[in-house]
């Protein structure tokens, strides 16, 4: 039988998490829909988001709508200008954990600054700030770990993480994609960043 989880892993759900502060795009699909039980209206269906930026975390709780974009029910943003992500990290999952649905989150989406480890084969690196970031205390930092640990209920629970350029050009090429097929998103703030999707896929760089 196939789960919510499976529709994620194999890329069936449309989902993304934009950087832009105080905005949320999960784009979900009728046929996870289906399969998570959003049409039977027996079960309101909730996702956690986490914007992390060097200056502070926006951390959003959004209500999955059928057939279109989720209403932000909670949102709390976390300041990270400071040198302990650990602080930052705990006062995003006590957050997390204080408006947790019973059943648990359907899903948690993280969208943060780099150099990060995306790929989940790579264990060592995975869900870390890479030794390379330009911000020396949160290199080989694991903001994964309690964060998930935050969300995890009852049910099974997809995660997705994704820089902080790529996740807002794929929430803007979901906007367009019935005309376009790739999208390029440049951000210019500390530093500059771009965000490239190609064929409908985030594109990822050496680095990450």
Same mark, same amino acid.
């Given at each position: 039988m196939t789960t919510c989880h499976d529709l994620l892993r194999n890329d069936q759900l449309d989902q993304s998490l934009?950087?832009?502060?105080?905005?949320?795009?999960?784009? =979900?699909?009728?046929d996870f829909q289906e399969k998570c039980g959003m049409t039977s209206g027996l079960e309101e269906l909730y996702v956690?988001? =986490?914007?992390? !930026?060097?200056?502070? %975390?926006? =951390?959003a709780v959004a209500?999955?709508?059928?057939? !279109?974009?989720?209403?932000? =029910?909670?949102?709390?943003?976390?300041?990270?200008?400071?040198?302990r992500p650990d602080q930052t990290l705990s006062e995003c999952a006590? %957050?997390?954990?204080?408006?947790?649905?019973?059943?648990? @989150?359907?899903?948690? !989406?993280?969208?943060? %600054?780099?150099?990060v480890g995306l790929n989940p084969v790579k264990a060592t690196t995975y869900g870390r700030i890479l030794k390379s970031s330009p911000k020396r205390p949160?290199?080989?930092?694991?903001?994964?770990?309690?964060l998930a640990d935050a969300c995890r209920g009852e049910r099974l629970l997809p995660i997705?993480?994704?820089?902080?350029?790529?996740?807002?050009?794929?929430?803007? @090429?979901?906007?367009?994609?019935?005309?376009?097929?790739?999208?390029? @998103?440049?951000t210019v703030g500390t530093g500059v960043g771009v965000g490239l999707v190609i064929h409908g896929k985030p594109v990822h760089g050496s680095m990450h």
């Open positions: 934009s950087s832009h502060r105080h905005h949320l795009t999960v784009h =979900v699909e009728s956690a988001a =986490v914007e992390g !930026g060097g200056t502070s %975390f926006v =951390v209500k999955l709508v059928a057939g !279109g974009f989720p209403q932000v =029910v909670e949102q709390v943003e976390v300041d990270s200008s400071h040198d006590d %957050f997390l954990k204080r408006h947790q649905p019973k059943s648990g @989150y359907v899903a948690l !989406g993280i969208a943060i %600054f780099g150099p949160w290199r080989n930092v694991d903001f994964l770990t309690p997705k993480v994704e820089t902080d350029v790529n996740a807002p050009a794929f929430a803007e @090429y979901l906007l367009v994609k019935d005309r376009l097929s790739s999208v390029a @998103y440049v």
